[in-house]
């Protein structure tokens, strides 16, 4: 086993991810790496720079040098929270055109696997398990139904005060699935070795004893 092992959970958004690597990562006193908020870091950084979405090298200078840094919960570009910049949809529509970029991604690569350090890291994204850590210990991809996952983000935002529409919503999750999926470079889907969970019908403490089962059976944590 590699001296710092990984947990790779990988999936479309809305599944539960995010919850779950946290509470993961917590359990085991491993680091985070929350893969999707790299890119929607980029997207920010590109909208400050007024760098274009289609500008694929203006985009790959700009993940290449990304001042990102996190802190907890907290997001931080440069010195500013954008904690909850980066989590509107209109940023996280941004990010997943600007994830769809071949330049873009490649920038990236160093800097998620730069996160790989003891005592462990529990990553969380689209590629972690396909192509960031191809030999992660574990891998998780965690799935639901699209018109579940849509409900999910349109409950999220509303608890934050967004005025959102759920119809609109659904559509762009729909969207957002469909450029992930058929992306040239890592397109969204369970490395042949993934356990795949289904969480349309679960509940996020369900999820996380499934997880933290398997952990258990690959000796990655105690039992009990």
């Known amino acids: 086993m590699s001296a710092a ?10 599944a539960g991810k995010g919850t779950l ?13 929350d893969s999707g908020a790299l890119y929607r870091l980029v997207a920010l950084a590109a909208a400050d720079a007024r760098v274009a979405l289609d500008d694929e090298p203006g985009l ?19 010195d500013e929270d954008v904690t909850d910049a980066i989590r509107s949809e209109a940023c996280g529509d941004r990010a997943s055109r600007v994830a769809a970029l071949p330049g873009v991604r490649t920038a990236l690569v160093g800097l998620q696997r730069g996160f790989r350090r003891p ?16 030999d992660a210990e574990l891998k998780i991809f965690l799935t639901a139904a699209a018109e579940e996952r849509a409900m999910r983000r349109y409950k999220q935002l509303k608890g934050k005060g967004f005025d959102v529409n759920l119809a609109a919503l659904s559509a762009e999750v729909a969207a957002r699935d ?34 933290l089962h398997e952990l258990v059976q690959r000796r990655l944590m105690p039992e009990g």
């Open 5 to 14: 092992p990984v947990l790779a959970v990988d999936g479309p958004g809305g």
């Open 21 to 33: 690597c946290r509470r993961v990562a917590e359990r085991l006193g491993w680091r985070l790496l």
């Open 60 to 78: 790959a200078a700009i993940a290449r040098d990304l001042p990102a840094r996190f802190s907890g919960e907290h997001v931080f570009l440069t």
């Open 119 to 134: 005592p462990g890291l529990v990553a969380d994204g689209r590629d972690m398990g396909t192509v960031i850590f191809p």
């Open 178 to 211: 469909r450029r992930d999926a058929e992306r040239a470079v890592a397109p969204l889907r369970p490395a042949p070795d993934a356990c795949v969970i289904d969480s349309t019908a679960l509940d996020i403490d369900q999820v996380v004893e499934a997880v």
